[in-house]
């Protein structure tokens, strides 16, 4: 049977925005319209803190689907001046009235996904706009109001719909709340590529953040709305909840790649340490011997996933819940063990998560994998100003359109984060009140020499690290142009015998993995969708790019 590609295919004029270079500065997003405005500020003299955060606000209108106010996420900074690497950690949070079986029914047995992905249980304690409040303050040079006024003003006066838009309320549309649908099907008829949206009810909370600060989300009328929105439809949160809420800036997650550091987000956070562990498997082969389109190069990384992402499963935890054994896990000589398990005979039945504790002179046992599904959606955008600052942030609503609950006359949706947890009680990374799940989002700095050299991330849920592992290895080991980097078709693989693929592998190389145990979809999709930044401090120059499968952009700014 032919594979089916559903891949959008951009014209010419959409190529062209999706590559830049600069010399003075680069951002790079999902939405053309959101890199622009952090372009503005990057111009108007802002740095790389001041115009993530505008970016993050005009995301929240031209991409309300994936991100916005009621979202969460992390944020990685480099601060140029002291040479430090830290992450804000605006992941959410669960209510204190949370149950660690709200999720089972009355038998005990676990509620379908869907059901649980649209209740109102299921809406965490936003972060990301806490997250952004917090690095203003550390890091800004800007009023909160100026960073905040351009999306205002483009959810007010509107924009035209784009492709995405299309796409995601016809396949979604049924998740949406009566609210919700107001904005997405006006008077029942669904929005499509072309229409001009207006999001007013939006810019009023904007000018609300505005005016007030992001307090107002927390405690003030906006923290009201949310309250009464979702105590109408059976939520737990109060507003205790939102006001006790905090986004803590923690050290980056450091590790090594052929020479190259890597920062990372650490637990809760679990993309950072698989991440590195995928990318300390791989380092044990000479990939450059194998063509970027080979069988050889997909099946080391398909069994590389396998390892890395069962230890994923197994250990990872909110840190204030679950003792996480990060030395363990990142320990050389565990990687090594775990590499073995690679034969280049077959999809390796035996492949299980391994057990790090001993090589943190620890005896416990190892640990259990317990699969469970989880939102597929998200958005990423990285920034990189004139004096060598670099900001990386991915965030979300974690499924598209989230929990579909949309705050009236506020204007955005609701997440709906905590069906991140394992629904079964009494496993690590299960629900409890004021735990935050374990989540994939991997905003990434790499550096090398003790500079920054990259910075990239991605969207997709579970496909996040793969995505961002595939797009280092391609410009860190095959030396690719950044665009071709992330261009090049990728796949992704957990634990089942399933391996996703993008339209562009051949089919030889397919019927070699079917051959060694794989199986394919019918089915191409796009994997992720990555924004990045490549710095060559030699010759000062900035190269950004956007992928292929979102209505995205990258801006350079350049010395006028």
């Not at 804000?88 to 089972?104: C, M, R, V, Y």
């Not at 806490?130 to 800007?142: I, P, Q, Y």
């Not at 984060?417 to 629900?431: A, Q, V, Y």
């Not at 089942?496 to 190389?509: A, D, F, T, V």
Request: charged letters at 25%; proline letters at 6%.
């Amino acid at each position: 049977m032919d594979r089916i590609d559903n891949r959008h295919k951009p014209s010419k004029n959409e190529q062209e925005l999706k590559r830049s270079t600069g010399t003075h500065g680069m951002v790079a997003s999902a939405v053309h319209e959101a890199t622009e405005i952090g372009a503005k500020v990057l111009r108007q003299g802002g740095n790389a803190m001041d115009a993530l955060a505008a970016v993050q606000f005009a995301l929240g209108v031209v991409e309300v689907f994936n991100t916005g106010i009621g979202a969460s996420g992390f944020l990685v900074y480099y601060d140029q001046q002291t040479k430090k690497t830290s992450v804000i950690n605006g992941h959410s949070l669960t209510p204190a009235g949370a149950d660690k079986e709200q999720f089972l029914d009355e038998e005990g047995e676990v509620i379908p996904y869907f059901q649980q992905s649209i209740d109102a249980k299921s809406v965490g304690i936003p972060g990301i706009m806490k997250a952004m409040d917090v690095g203003l303050k550390e890091f800004g040079t800007k009023p909160l109001a100026e960073l905040i006024e351009p999306a205002a003003i483009l959810a007010e006066k509107g924009f035209r719909v784009n492709w995405q838009w299309d796409e995601v309320i016809e396949m979604l549309h049924l998740r949406l709340g009566d609210e919700a649908k107001k904005l997405f099907m006006p008077k029942g008829v669904p929005l499509v590529e072309g229409d001009w949206v207006e999001n007013k009810d939006l810019a009023k909370t904007l000018r609300i953040l505005l005016q007030r600060g992001i307090e107002a989300l927390y405690e003030g009328e906006i923290a009201d709305a949310i309250i009464d929105t979702l105590k109408k439809q059976g939520g737990i949160m109060t507003k205790e909840d939102l006001k006790n809420y905090q986004a803590p800036i923690e050290e980056a997650i450091m590790g090594t790649y052929r020479g190259y550091e890597i920062a990372v987000p650490g637990p809760p956070n679990g993309g950072g340490i698989a991440l590195l562990q995928l990318l300390g498997i791989l380092e044990g082969f000479e990939l450059e011997k194998y063509s970027p389109s080979s069988w050889e190069k997909y099946y080391l990384l398909a069994e590389a996933m396998r390892l890395a992402f069962s230890d994923k499963l197994a250990y990872m935890s909110d840190p204030n819940f679950a003792e996480i054994p990060v030395e363990g896990l990142l320990n050389k000589d565990y990687i090594k063990e775990r590499r073995k398990k690679i034969d280049w005979i077959s999809r390796n039945p035996e492949i299980d998560c391994g057990n790090p504790w001993k090589y943190q002179g620890s005896d416990r046992p190892k640990g259990q994998v317990k699969v469970f599904q989880t939102g597929k959606d998200t958005t990423h955008f990285t920034v990189a100003d004139r004096w060598g600052n670099v900001a990386a942030c991915t965030s979300s609503n974690e499924h598209i359109m989230g929990s579909g609950i949309m705050v009236p006359g506020y204007g955005f949706l609701l997440n709906n984060d905590l069906t991140d947890f394992t629904p079964e009680p009494d496993h690590i990374n299960s629900l409890a009140p004021k735990k935050q799940p374990v989540s994939a989002k991997v905003p990434t700095i790499v550096f090398k020499d003790g500079k920054p050299l990259l910075t990239l991330g991605s969207p997709g849920g579970p496909t996040i690290v793969a995505s961002v592992a595939q797009v280092i290895t391609h410009i860190l080991d095959y030396g690719m142009d950044i665009k071709d980097a992330i261009e090049e078709p990728r796949i992704y693989n957990s634990m089942g015998p399933n391996i996703w693929s993008e339209e562009g592998i051949g089919q030889k190389e397919i019927d070699k993995l079917r051959e060694m145990g794989f199986e394919f979809d019918d089915t191409e999709r796009p994997i992720g969708n990555v924004q990045a930044i490549l710095m060559d401090h030699q010759k000062g120059i900035l190269h950004g790019a956007a992928d292929s499968s979102r209505p995205g952009s990258a801006i350079g700014i350049n010395e006028r």
